[in-house]
């Protein structure tokens, strides 16, 4: 894990870029916020009072149900925590009472479907006056596959992948799954209704907007689209075709004919006790990462976290307001820190498997677009961890990093025509390896001008 060091007068641009992913990652820690919105949200004097079922899914949510299960042992001694947590393979977090299981990301598989299932059946089973507290975070689209009757997990796979194949971004893609699922779309929150519960869910957010609905396709979360939303999109990709197997579009064109139930609307909630609370969103991790480097000595811009679309084409608009600045800007003088966040995708070539991620892939462009402009530096890298095809978080460059480049004879173009962006900074020894964070609040950029 990268470590941030306070230390300002030692520090090189390497030492500074990863001491501000750093900052990013630790406001978005599960261990550090649990504590603070559990104890918000149930005061002293009222913590929850005999059975707590305890579900999630995401990156972060077995972290999420160990803090919480740490801060239940030590201040709700007399409540009895049991529940299920879906997380992706590697991502497990030590529980006593709360079960952990690992499935497929970001493409479903059978235990994914297993564990969903088990979540589901556990929330039948509540009680009213039981409270149920929903552990969300990025990647519990996925993890919650659990298709509705008529549809199976290899029909959910294959749509899955034809819409990453397509280069749709996640929100659209979230769409289409929520009207297939049985907990995503405010699902998991209907059960927990008709059953008389509590529903709390905490959520830890990687999408623009920072919207319930969006984050993890909202299982708790009253829904804003529709069948005939999922339908268009299908279309917009040339999917309705040959794209999805015949029971997803079945299944969307009986929903489109008002012949099986919409998701959660606000209309559902009139009545009910749930609430989503957002903990941890990248605007407040891309505020952290600017503190760090204002106290290293850069003014600092946030760009926004809400930045999507092609990483290249992102790429290209982050080197041109770099340009800028460093050329010609009266408004923003050096040195000076770039920091944005949002989540930009990669839509491959037929035949193309490419290596590498959209952080790397947004990098390496930009890399390219400002090789004349050698007091620029950048890291860019996912919040969980994990960069697209392998096992980086992300990469990042430096001025000397350029003279290794150009003595080894590394052409960026030809990376980038591969996009084979993990090849080129492995090359050079400048890839971000974390591991597992066991969080996730979307991409994070940066740029140093100095």
């Given at each position: 894990m990268l470590s941030a060091n306070s230390n300002t007068k030692t520090k090189d641009s390497a030492q500074i870029l990863q001491g501000a992913f750093a900052s990013a990652l630790s406001v978005a820690d599960p261990k550090q916020i649990i504590p603070k919105y559990l104890k918000q949200i149930f005061p002293p004097g009222q913590e929850p009072q005999g059975r707590c079922l305890v579900v999630g899914a995401g990156k972060a949510s077995a972290a999420m149900a160990s803090a919480l299960e740490s801060y239940a042992d030590q201040f709700w001694p007399d409540t009895k925590i049991e529940g299920v947590v879906l997380t992706r393979y590697g991502h497990a977090s030590p529980t006593s009472h709360i079960k952990i299981i690992e499935a497929g990301h970001p493409v479903p598989d059978q235990a994914g479907m297993d564990g969903a299932k088990e979540i589901l059946s556990a929330v039948s089973n509540l009680k009213p006056n039981d409270i149920l507290i929903a552990l969300v975070s990025g990647g519990g689209s996925s993890l919650l596959t659990l298709p509705q009757a008529g549809i199976s997990i290899d029909d959910m796979r294959t749509t899955t992948e034809g819409l990453l194949r397509s280069g749709a971004p996640i929100e659209e893609m979230n769409v289409v799954r929520?009207?297939?699922?049985?907990?995503?779309?405010?699902?998991?929150?209907?059960?927990?209704?008709?059953?008389?519960?509590?529903?709390?869910?905490?959520?830890?957010?990687?999408?623009?907007?920072?919207?319930?609905?969006?984050?993890?396709?909202?299982?708790?979360?009253?829904?804003?689209?529709?069948?005939?939303?999922?339908?268009?999109?299908?279309?917009?990709?040339?999917?309705?075709?040959?794209?999805?197997?015949?029971?997803?579009?079945?299944?969307?064109?009986?929903?489109?004919?008002?012949?099986?139930p919409e998701t959660l609307k606000e209309a559902d909630l009139k009545s009910a006790r749930v609430r989503n609370h957002v903990i941890a969103t990248a605007h407040l991790s891309l505020e952290a990462a600017a503190s760090y480097c204002q106290l290293q000595g850069f003014k600092t811009i946030i760009l926004g976290d809400t930045i999507t679309g092609e990483a290249r084409d992102v790429a290209l608009v982050h080197a041109g307001i770099t340009r800028e600045i460093c050329l010609y800007s009266e408004w923003a003088k050096p040195p000076l820190a770039l920091i944005s966040g949002g989540e930009c995708t990669v839509t491959l070539p037929a035949g193309s498997k490419g290596r590498g991620g959209r952080c790397s892939e947004f990098l390496l462009t930009l890399f390219a677009a400002t090789k004349d402009l050698k007091q620029v530096s950048a890291?860019?890298?996912?919040?969980?961890?994990?960069?697209?095809?392998?096992?980086?978080?992300?990469?990042?460059?430096?001025?000397?990093?350029?003279?290794?480049?150009?003595?080894?004879?590394?052409?960026?173009?030809?990376?980038?025509?591969?996009?084979?962006?993990?090849?080129?900074?492995?090359?050079?020894?400048?890839?971000?390896?974390?591991?597992?964070?066991?969080?996730?609040?979307?991409?994070?950029?940066?740029?140093?001008?100095?």
């Open positions: 929520k009207h297939l699922s049985a907990i995503l779309g405010g699902n998991l929150a209907r059960m927990a209704i008709q059953q008389g519960a509590q529903v709390e869910a905490l959520l830890i957010s990687d999408v623009t907007g920072d919207h319930p609905a969006d984050i993890a396709s909202g299982p708790c979360a009253a829904d804003y689209s529709s069948y005939a939303d999922a339908i268009a999109i299908l279309k917009k990709y040339g999917l309705d075709q040959t794209g999805v197997p015949k029971s997803v579009l079945l299944h969307l064109q009986k929903g489109l004919a008002g012949e099986i890291l860019a890298a996912d919040t969980d961890g994990i960069d697209g095809s392998e096992k980086n978080a992300g990469a990042w460059f430096t001025a000397e990093l350029r003279e290794r480049a150009l003595k080894q004879g590394l052409r960026a173009g030809q990376f980038i025509d591969a996009h084979d962006s993990y090849g080129f900074f492995s090359e050079l020894n400048a890839l971000v390896h974390t591991g597992p964070t066991l969080t996730n609040v979307n991409d994070f950029r940066i740029i140093l001008i100095e």
